[in-house]
């Protein structure tokens, strides 16, 4: 079995919300895409939804500005939209791997009341943007035989916990330092049942 405490599975969160508020007034609106995990395939459209806000101080059939673009700079596209009964829609996509942000504003220079969604196209296959320096792959080899010639020597130290669930505050021998963190299981859980998910 492998060591868990050597396995790293990357976890992205590919939905993040911002909403702005103006001084004088609660929030204007919510912006949601389609996909509730806010992923998407290159090449297939996400539907943002904007909802009105309760105590937002705009009319429920206001025009509103909206901006897409990839990794929030340039080039950006941009259009209007009418809101019916405090709702409206735009569409948008990616034809290759990365992140679609959709900003709705109430001014057109989109510096008014501002709500903003992101969701993430294909983002296990986004590249790197700039090829790695010379010695890239020679410096993590160094660093990673480093690692591996420390004995991890786990101390877990059972802690509070669900029933159905054991928790352990776990330290580990590292290269120059100790390392610590907490790993849970499910009670009875057999060797090798489980994918390990790694929370940073």
């Known amino acids: 079995m492998k060591n868990p405490f050597r396995i790293l599975i990357p976890v992205m969160c590919a939905g993040v919300l911002t909403t702005l508020h103006a001084k004088e007034a609660g929030p204007a609106w919510t912006v949601r895409a389609n996909h509730e995990n806010a992923l998407y395939q290159t090449g297939e459209t996400a539907t943002f939804t904007i909802t009105l806000g309760a105590d937002a101080k705009v009319a429920p059939d206001a025009e509103l500005f909206w901006t897409m673009s990839k990794d929030g700079v340039d080039p950006k596209t941009h ?80 802690v509070g916990e669900p029933k159905d669930v054991e928790s352990f505050d776990t330290r580990v021998d590292c290269v120059g330092a100790k390392v610590s963190g907490y790993f849970s299981r499910p009670k009875g859980a057999k060797p090798k049942s489980l994918p390990i998910i790694l929370t940073l």
Do not use: H
């Open 79 to 158: 259009g209007k939209v009418k809101l019916q009964g405090g709702k409206a829609t735009v569409t948008g996509k990616l034809d290759e791997p990365g992140f679609l942000l959709c900003k709705v504003s109430s001014e057109a220079d989109g510096k008014g009341t501002a709500g903003s969604w992101g969701v993430g196209y294909s983002p296990d296959r986004i590249g790197r943007s700039m090829p790695f320096p010379q010695e890239f792959d020679a410096f993590w080899k160094g660093q990673l035989d480093k690692l591996a010639a420390v004995p991890l020597n786990p101390v877990l130290t059972p």
